[in-house]
């Protein structure tokens, strides 16, 4: 009696023990597929010229080399074709400022539907998110035509980074304005009154009410455009035909498109324009993870 | 009461800018994209004179486009039960206290936070199958290594297979991202309902099962919403990857659109094709759309 009471649970423990080798098995096996990119990435990138060989292309790296990296980053006039710097920086100069503006304009979009709700307010919010899952070939041919015929400043939108962040912000309002739309929900509104009470009208309950609370809102909603305006390749690569003007995504493209460059260079390559996202999840990943989740209009 | 008028008419004025956009950027540019689709548009300068439907029955008598439907099909039908069930499971897996949940996590959903460009240059090396003469390369090669080389295949050089190389690469790009999302629809299910049927003598597989599958189903229908729509807007990751292919294996709608609209100017075909997209998306996501906000109205 009394070694049997002491068997069962020892025996199901082992079979526990048993089963949480296999899922930690399973786990591990996952987490190596969703890692061998990164590690072709990372040792290809690494292996000097002489040592790169497709064929050798899972083998560890002899020492640390940057060669690829130099010359996905340069360029190489001798084999004529453009390094990704300019790209680089282009997305840079695209992405800081249209990510600043539509988080700007989704959270006073998303103040003004939360707490200023007006006749038609609810209807006005799904005809604005519907803009979220179009596919952009179904407004991409009057975009194009509409950008051809606008200036701002003396640029002309059509083929420069003003034009694209003009597009990023136009459709980037359905996501900006869901995330704060959804943020300043939870916002009880007895604060707001309170500051009614002591006279503050829409302006000033902004600024010192709303606007102070909202900073892990702007970092979601930062977060979220950022990734997806640095990643983005239709709006790319259709307005900017210059390769002067083009971003990162575009830059690869071509250069992973050319026969003349070297696989190690591509590689080089994805791994520059993936980096600057990749920081982000790394650093950012809680707020990444919350914008995902809007996203998918859980939120 | 005056004062709540000034600021009424402000809080319209604010959220006008967005309306405003929207209407234009968005149902504007598709009743504009709607009526070139409806006209002889077919070279780089505008005619819009009126053909009615005959470019849509041209277009689904064009051979490309008939291959173009196909594969998005057998496309969306592999990417959508990949990654719901690779998320499911992996959400399942983690979801059993596990040391070092936080770090599976991030491996598993990093992916998402890289652009499909960047995706596709990466696994069009690691698909890449070598050649006879040569010997094998990338996966094939990692398959001769550890003996699985009867697994050997020309991946999206095979136009039978070519579309599934292509799933393969967006699976592991947005299969984490279906975890994250079953993972957070797992730890919103109270542990005593699992309790009660352990208790009951239900075994895991029935738990799986009879409970929380049923009360998962609304993740499920966000994730095939979410995934769906990315899968019928597929253009990046071909365009990186494989390019049309061999035959038109790997060509979808929305390569077809930019091609014959930018680089061929058949502008009244390419708003056809685009229209097609966004009428397949509108099916997928409008329903969705009005029983979330229902339901939010609801609450």
């Known amino acids: 009696m009394t070694t049997q009471a002491h068997e069962e649970p020892r025996s199901t423990r082992t079979l526990v023990r048993w089963q949480r080798v296999v899922l930690y098995a399973v786990l591990i096996a996952f987490a190596i597929f969703y890692l061998i990119p990164v590690y072709v990435l990372i040792v290809t990138g690494m292996k000097s010229f002489a040592e790169v060989n497709l064929y050798r292309m899972w083998d560890l790296p002899s020492g640390l080399h940057f060669d690829s990296y130099a010359k996905a980053w340069f360029g190489s006039e001798a084999e004529g074709f453009r390094g990704l710097n300019v790209n680089f920086m282009n997305s840079v100069y695209l992405t800081v400022p249209a990510t600043i503006i539509s988080a700007m304009w989704g959270s006073i979009n998303g103040y003004i539907l939360t707490k200023w709700k007006f006749r038609g307010s609810g209807v006005l919010f799904p005809l604005l998110l519907f803009g979220m899952f179009i596919p952009y070939q179904s407004i991409l041919i009057p975009l194009v035509q509409t950008l051809q015929k606008i200036s701002i400043f003396g640029v002309k939108l059509y083929g420069s980074i003003p034009g694209l962040i003009v597009a990023h912000v136009i459709y980037g309002i359905p996501i900006t304005t869901l995330i704060f739309r959804n943020y300043y929900a939870n916002v009880p509104t007895e604060l707001i009154e309170a500051a009614r009470i002591d006279g503050a009208n829409i302006f000033s309950v902004y600024r010192h009410v709303l606007f102070p609370l909202s900073l892990p809102g702007f970092v979601v909603v930062m977060i979220w455009q950022f990734t997806s305006i640095w990643n983005d390749f239709l709006f790319a690569v259709t307005i900017t035909s210059n390769p002067a003007t083009q971003p990162i995504t575009v830059g690869l493209n071509n250069l992973a498109g050319s026969y003349i460059v070297e696989w190690n260079v591509q590689m080089a390559g994805a791994l520059i324009a993936a980096l600057p996202t990749l920081l982000v999840y790394i650093f950012l990943g809680r707020f990444f993870m919350r914008g995902l989740m809007a996203g998918s209009l859980k939120g | 009461m005056r004062r709540l008028n000034w600021e009424r008419v402000v809080s319209i004025l604010l959220i006008s800018p967005a309306a405003i956009a929207t209407a234009i950027f968005v149902y504007g540019f598709i009743g504009w994209t709607a009526y070139a689709s409806l006209t002889k548009w077919d070279k780089l300068f ?35 039960i990949s990654c719901l069930l690779i998320g499911f499971l992996l959400a399942f897996l983690l979801d059993q206290r596990i040391k070092g949940e936080g770090i599976f996590r991030s491996i598993y959903l990093f992916p998402m936070s890289i652009s499909f460009i960047v995706t596709g240059v990466v696994w069009r090396w690691l698909l890449n199958p070598g050649s006879p003469e040569m010997g094998s390369t990338g996966v094939n090669l990692l398959f001769d290594m550890v003996g699985l080389g009867f697994l050997k295949t020309g991946w999206y050089t095979d136009p039978k297979i070519g579309i599934m190389a292509v799933a393969i690469a967006a699976t592991w790009q947005m299969s984490g991202y279906t975890m994250a999302m079953y993972l957070a629809g797992l730890r ?23 409970i929380l599958l049923p009360l998962l189903r609304p993740v499920t229908l966000s994730a095939v919403i979410v995934l769906g729509h990315i899968s019928l807007k597929i253009y990046d990751l071909i365009v990186a990857m494989t390019g049309p292919g061999i035959g038109f294996s790997t060509d979808v709608p929305a390569y077809f659109m930019w091609d014959t609209t930018f680089r061929g100017n058949h502008f009244s075909r390419g708003a056809a094709i685009a229209i097609i997209l966004l009428l397949m998306v509108a099916v997928l996501v409008v329903p969705y759309l009005v029983h979330s906000i229902r339901a939010e109205a609801e609450l």
Not at chain 2, 49 to 75: C, E, H, M, P
Not at chain 2, 188 to 210: K, W
Request: hydrophobic share 45%; glycine share 4%; net charge neutral.
């Open chain 2, 46 to 80: 505008p005619d819009f004179t009126l053909v009615g439907l005959s470019n849509y029955r041209k277009l689904f008598a064009n051979q490309r486009f008939q291959i173009d439907l196909r594969n998005t099909v057998v496309f969306t039908v592999l990417f959508l």
């Open chain 2, 188 to 210: 919103a299910i109270p542990d005593e309902l699992r309790e009660a049927a352990r208790v009951d003598g239900a075994s895991e597989l029935q738990i799986v099962r009879h």
